[in-house]
């Protein structure tokens, strides 16, 4: 189940949000468990037994490591065991295959691996549950003794799938108490709005254009349908990732939670560095809280800060998928950041910013080939037509095409990756008042009722994130 659906818009989260809201305060963190594990259920009838196994076996060593913590080498061995398990169901699923075909390619073997589909939101709530052991085993956090409490952190469904990823630090004294009132019940349904208008209105329509074009024999394309096409894939991504993430921290504060903001107007940008503090904030922060500064982080002078850095972003490009693409995708913003760090950063300050912003847009447009094609040949093949190598010239029929039907809709993606919206809803509900009062509510039922109407002649309606 998506939350950019019908049947999860007009069924599941009304009955939800009623069931929730009648229920005792101290029912309600099982009321959220028992929806979220139908939530995952939906499309997941088998994998849900994973999910399940997964929180019971860190609820339980995370109660071994609070009962031995004076016996250090039972607590370690308890700490390691969970560590390996959690990575471990996390690799069979998401990298064996990969491994295989790989030692296949290298030690011209014949070794099988079963072909079984990724669990949605592995990658997700692996991460949740391995901070959660880490965590306690640091004494970082109080063991959590209520299973229906801790079962709601590890599946609770706005955030199940697609993250952001929730330390459990952040929230564990909402899952004991939080305020439920009308206020953030309505901040709440603002911003999901927002994210469903993002993702089915802006993401959902530019996406059409990156999916002709992937389509289209590269040797089929020029110059500019390549560049449109991948500037398509840019701002798809980034409405279809943000307006998730926006949908899921609008639906936590429904509910009482607050989540991190996971992006924050990357686009905006003026260096790589910049940017990767920007988008998927939450995955960013736990690489570097539990990878980047154990390893010393930049305490340990400049060489080790590096190597740090590169381990962090192999691993980054790893987490992202079984695939050559993405650890080269990984190590080439890692190479960027890397640069910036030893000399870059100082020459883009000296610049105009408009000279900083064109040069992030640029490696990042470029890292999305990377990204999204399927393999590193495909990729290298769409950086030559990109650079007026092969294809068919600079222009052709097909691109003015579809720059002519695409150039209102990309404008508006453009402003709106900015903070000019955002800012402009404010000063109207603040400085006009009785008017504000009136358009902003008045806007936001005109995006429910426009994605509403766009999802009930659907077609076309992915999430890109749910593949990781």
């Known amino acids: 189940m998506v939350f950019s659906s019908l049947i999860f818009l007009f069924l599941f989260l009304p009955v939800t949000v009623l069931i929730y809201y009648v229920s005792p305060r101290k029912l309600r963190n099982a009321v959220l468990l028992i929806a979220s594990l139908i939530f995952y259920a939906w499309g997941e009838p088998l994998y849900i037994l994973i999910m399940i196994f997964s929180t019971v076996f860190d609820y339980v060593n995370g109660l071994l490591i609070d009962k031995y913590r004076y016996r250090k080498p039972i607590a370690r061995a308890v700490f390691i065991g969970s560590m390996v398990g959690s990575l471990g169901i996390l690799g069979f699923f998401k990298y064996a295959g990969f491994v295989v075909d790989n030692l296949n390619q290298l030690l011209h073997l014949n070794l099988h691996a079963a072909d079984l589909p990724l669990p949605v939101g592995i990658s997700f709530y692996t991460f949740q549950t391995m901070s959660y052991v880490i965590d306690v085993y640091l004494d970082k956090v109080p063991v959590q003794r209520n299973f229906v409490s801790f079962g709601a952190y590890v599946t609770m469904?706005?955030?199940?799938?697609?993250?952001?990823?929730?330390?459990?630090?952040?929230?564990?004294?909402?899952?004991?108490?939080?305020?439920?009132?009308?206020?953030?019940?309505?901040?709440?349904?603002?911003?999901?709005?927002?994210?469903?208008?993002?993702?089915?209105?802006?993401?959902n329509n530019i996406g059409w254009l990156w999916t002709s074009v992937k389509a289209t024999p590269l040797e089929q394309l020029s110059v500019l349908s390549a560049w449109l096409g991948i500037i398509a894939f840019t701002l798809q991504i980034y409405f279809d990732f943000s307006g998730y993430s926006d949908m899921a921290r609008g639906l936590g504060k429904m509910f009482g939670f607050d989540f991190m903001e996971n992006f924050r107007y990357p686009y905006i940008s003026k260096s790589v560095t910049e940017f990767w503090r920007r988008w998927h904030i939450s995955l960013g922060m736990w690489f570097r809280e539990y990878v980047y500064i154990p390893l010393g982080g930049n305490r340990s002078g400049l060489r080790k800060q590096l190597r740090n850095l590169l381990i962090v972003w192999f691993l980054t490009g790893l987490w992202h998928g079984a695939s050559w693409n993405f650890i080269?995708?990984?190590?080439?913003?890692?190479?960027?950041?890397?640069?910036?760090?030893?000399?870059?950063?100082?020459?883009?300050?000296?610049?105009?910013?408009?000279?900083?912003?064109?040069?992030?847009?640029?490696?990042?447009?470029?890292g999305w080939v990377l990204f999204e094609m399927d393999t590193l040949a495909s990729a290298g093949r769409f950086f030559s037509v990109m650079l007026g190598i092969g294809g068919q010239g600079l222009v052709d029929q097909q691109a003015l095409y579809a720059l002519s039907t695409n150039a209102i809709l990309l404008v508006v993606l453009?402003?709106?990756?900015?903070?000019?919206?955002?800012?402009?809803?404010?000063?109207?509900?603040?400085?006009?008042?009785?008017?504000?009062?009136?358009?902003?509510?008045?806007?936001?039922i005109l995006f429910m009722t426009l994605s509403t109407a766009y999802l009930v002649n659907a077609t076309y309606n992915p999430f890109l994130y749910f593949r990781f």
């Open 157 to 203: 469904f706005p955030q199940l799938v697609a993250g952001p990823i929730v330390k459990y630090g952040d929230i564990a004294r909402q899952l004991d108490s939080r305020k439920v009132t009308l206020d953030r019940f309505g901040e709440g349904a603002e911003l999901f709005i927002r994210g469903l208008a993002k993702k089915v209105l802006l993401a």
């Open 328 to 366: 080269v995708w990984g190590l080439y913003f890692g190479f960027f950041v890397m640069v910036e760090k030893l000399l870059l950063l100082r020459w883009l300050e000296r610049r105009p910013a408009y000279v900083a912003h064109i040069y992030t847009l640029l490696v990042l447009i470029f």
């Open 414 to 444: 453009a402003f709106c990756a900015t903070p000019f919206p955002a800012k402009l809803l404010s000063y109207v509900r603040e400085k006009w008042r009785i008017a504000g009062m009136i358009t902003v509510p008045f806007l936001y």
